[in-house]
Structures are given as C-alpha cells and as structure tokens.
C-alpha cells in the first residue's frame, strides 16, 4: 500500500512536469518582432514619407529664410530688412503665427535681384548726413503723416536718408554688434521720439521679445530704423511718417529703466548709429 502511494505520488509529478514543459515550449509561440506579416503577402507597409516643410527647395538660395527655433514673422523682416506682412504675402501664408522650424520663406520681393552684401557698413568709411541739426525742425515735426501707404524711395537714394537723432538725451550705451545692436538713449518717460528720417511704419506693437513697446519704420529697401522700449505707440502699421514726426513716448516697457533703444539696420544688418548720426 506505502509503495502504490509512492508510485502515485511520482507519477502524478511526472505528468505535472510534462503538462508545464509543454506549456513553456516556443513551438507554437509567435515571434516577439512578428508585427508586419500579413495574409496578403507577408511584407509590411513602409513607413509614411514625411511631407517636405513648405520651401524647402529653396534652402540656401539668396534671397531666402530658413526658420529657426524661436523666430517670429517680425524677428525675420528686422534681420532682414522687410515689413512682415510683405513676408506673409510673399509666401501665401494664411496664417503668420504659424511658422514652422526649418520652413524657408522668401525675403526679397518676387522678381527683385537679392541685396549684394554690404560693404558700406564694414568698411570703416562714417557715412553722415548734410543735416547737422539733432533734432528735427519744428516744422516738420509739425507735418501730418500721410493717409495712405506708398512705395519707399528706391534703393539708389539709399544713401541719402539724412538720418537725425531720434531723441535728445545723452547715450547709455553705444553699439556692440555681440551685446547691444543699436544705441541706448537716456530721457524720462514721456518724453518725445522721433522718426529718423522718412519712412514708412512696418511694424508698431509689443511682439518681439525684449523690445518692448517697438516701432519700425522702413526708409527705402536698403535702411530699416527701430525704436524700443516705448511708453506709448502714436503710429500704426503702414502710416507714412517724416523725419521729427513723434512716433511715441520714451518708456521703460521690457527694459531695466526708462531709456530709448535705437537701431539702424542696413539690408536687415544692425549697424552702429554713430556712423550715420549728425554729430553732436
């Protein structure tokens, strides 16, 4: 009777043994990396080609953008010279907040030649107006800006802004290309603004980063001026402004104190003012 038991005992684990190995055998089982065969012909679907970012067959070309991480619209038409809604339009883009990393947008009117590169700027020669007053005369500041938008001077007259100082207070600090794209003009707050010279106003709002309240105004297709740090915007977008018009009020907005942040820009190129500034 004690050996039955025992020969139960040993069978019964025999079998169990039996039952679990043939559990555990991979026969049956179905490849861990099996996920593309399929009953119409056992290859899986290639992956989705990924759509080209719109322009992209123009990367590198002049006369052509590609967008980097931390772009706006406004940014791109300041390094380059360009209204943002000219940009826009240029490229169809329905919606101008959207802009995606790596897309290439055209920066120079359709059929116009791009810009040569600047030598001007980089060549030591100052290069200074006739004016020798640094502010504008009364009465032109007194001229009521014009109602409607009209084409820039061409870019032959380039040279021939007349550039006067935007504001009366003393520099803060002057050009760095590294740290500080323009100069920094000391007032207080309230205190007028001026146009540089003639222009067209491209940009007025509080859109790009560490500029504050900003105005940007066109001169030709070579000088863009920009005005930072305002209190107050007494322009709108596409107004036509003359040299000592007031365009706004001195303020501190995004900045450390009350202050105006002045830049001209050559072909999109931030250059030092004092080089086209009367001299005080």
Known sequence: MLVSRGLVHLGCVVLAGALLAGCSTPINRAPVEDRGTFSSGGVAPAAPETKPLPGAENAGKPGYYTVKPGDTLIRIGLENGQSWKDIARWNKLDNPDL???????????????????????????????????????????????????????????????????????????GFDEARNKGLDI???????????????????????????????????????????????????????????????????????????????????????PTRYLPAR
Do not use: C
């Open 99 to 173: 802009i995606e990393v790596g897309q290439v947008l055209r920066v120079i009117a359709p059929g116009a030649a791009a810009p040569a590169p600047s030598v001007a700027a980089d060549s030591g020669v100052v290069t200074r107006p006739v004016a020798s007053s640094p502010v504008a005369p009364a009465a032109s500041a007194a001229k009521p800006a014009a109602s409607t938008a009209s084409a820039p001077p061409a870019a032959g007259a380039a040279e021939d802004v007349g550039f006067i100082w935007p504001a009366s207070g003393s520099v803060l600090a």
């Open 186 to 272: 000391g007032g207080k707050a309230g205190e007028p603004v001026l146009a540089a010279a003639d222009g067209r106003v491209v940009y007025a709002g509080a859109g790009l980063r560490g500029y504050g309240n900003l105005v940007i105004l066109k001169h030709n297709n070579i000088y863009l001026t920009a005005y930072a740090h305002n209190q107050t915007l007494l322009v709108k977008e596409d107004q036509n402004v003359r040299r000592g018009q007031k365009i706004a009020e001195m303020g501190s907005t995004d900045a450390d104190r009350v202050k105006l942040h002045f830049e001209i820009r050559r072909q999109g190129k931030p250059v030092d």
